[in-house]
């Protein structure tokens, strides 16, 4: 990977969004993406330099990578800075759109760098909201499905308001996306922001990380088979988790960060087809015909217990829906993990 090298599948899947994206509303925008080296953010960040917008890619390198965004460093339209955005920054070129992405996402980072997320969702977004503000630029947040906790309301709607355990160790993560929110709303209302809240359910797809405390559950099932090693499930399986492939949920962030009528909105993105963890360790050891065993492990503590969004909303409003299929979102993600691996 790296290098003027752009993956197959990747590139196939920013075509796919190019034809479902009406990138002419991108053209020729000033775009700020924090955390533009991520795993959504690279993604979305290839989208709108292939859109010819002018693409500012923040990053400081604390879960994204630079081979995610290697490729683009010689575009004339493409500028990378390393920054921690929870530092100020200021920008002489003009910013119409802020995209903040920035964020450690996966659970085990949430043990390792409570302090780190808690900054980049507080700090982060104050000083992300301030260079919108400065700019009159209009700005998306991507929070999360965690803001609603261990949901008694299932499929979630955005109206539901969470069951979060505020000194649990998924806090620093939920609590501090819900500070996110909060500080969307206090720009909007206090500085007349043109504001939009995503809140994303589980993504997978190719540059998702593995490895170590980075890996979320897909990724790790997929390597885990694909070297036959053991299937490690937390509990009994039986938990579920809705699971959007990548080029689904970077469609919907660009529908609505330009969409004209999501002007303060905030909307779940995410895939509604809900599924337990036992089925899915069985589905991907089935795609990769590995031969790992299942391995039954403690549950995390406030692991919620199901996921499903109510996607109804962003249908509605952004004209949006979900295409890929679990099982063709998979194969493309295990194919791509193989290539990587040669
Ligand atoms: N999980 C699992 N085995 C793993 C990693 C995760 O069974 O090796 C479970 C985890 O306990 C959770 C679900 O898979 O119930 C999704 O985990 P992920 O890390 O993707 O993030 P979450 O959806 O919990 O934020």
């Known amino acids: 990977m790296g290098g003027d090298f752009m993956d197959g599948i990747i590139k196939q899947g920013i075509e796919e969004i190019k034809r479902e994206f009406d990138t ?27 859109s010819k917008a ?14 995610n ?9 493409f500028k990378f800075v390393q920054h921690d955005i929870t530092q100020p920054i200021f920008f002489n070129e003009e910013i119409d759109i802020v995209m903040h992405l920035a964020s450690r996402a996966s659970p085990f980072e949430f043990e390792k760098y409570p302090i780190q997320i808690l900054k980049a969702n507080t700090l982060g977004i104050w000083v992300a909201l301030g260079i919108a503000k400065k700019h009159e630029a209009k700005f998306l947040y991507t929070s999360t499905s965690e803001i609603y906790g261990d949901a008694k309301e299932i499929p979630t709607t955005e109206e539901y308001r969470g069951n979060v355990n505020p000194i649990g160790p998924r806090s620093c993560y939920d609590e501090a996306k819900r500070c996110g929110e909060s500080y969307v709303i206090a720009y909007r209302m206090q500085h007349g922001l043109d504001t939009r809240i995503a809140r994303i359910f589980n993504t997978y797809g190719p540059r998702m990380r593995a490895e170590g405390i980075y890996g979320r559950v897909v990724p790790r099932f997929v390597e885990q088979a694909l070297s036959n090693k053991p299937i490690t499930i937390f509990g009994d399986g039986t938990q579920t988790r809705s699971f959007c492939y990548v080029t689904d949920q970077v469609e919907g962030l660009l529908k609505l960060a330009f969409s004209e009528r999501a002007e303060g909105e905030v909307v779940n993105i995410g895939n509604d087809r809900e599924i337990t963890i036992l089925e899915l360790a069985k589905l991907i050891k089935e795609l990769t015909k590995s031969s790992s065993e299942i391995e039954f492990h403690p549950l995390p503590k406030d692991d919620p217990m ?28 295990i194919e791509w993990f193989k290539e990587k691996e040669r």
């Open 69 to 77: 965004i290697s490729h683009l460093l010689g575009r004339k339209n």
């Open 24 to 50: 002419e509303v991108a053209e020729g925008k000033n775009i700020l993406v924090t955390g533009g080296a991520g795993f959504l953010g690279s993604w979305i960040c290839d989208v709108l330099v292939e």
């Open 54 to 67: 002018n693409v500012i890619c923040l990053d400081n390198f604390s879960s994204g990578l630079k081979e």
């Open 306 to 333: 199901r996921r499903k969004p109510d996607i109804s909303k962003a249908k509605k409003l952004l004209g949006w829906k979900p295409e890929v299929e679990l099982e063709e979102g998979l194969r493309m993600m």
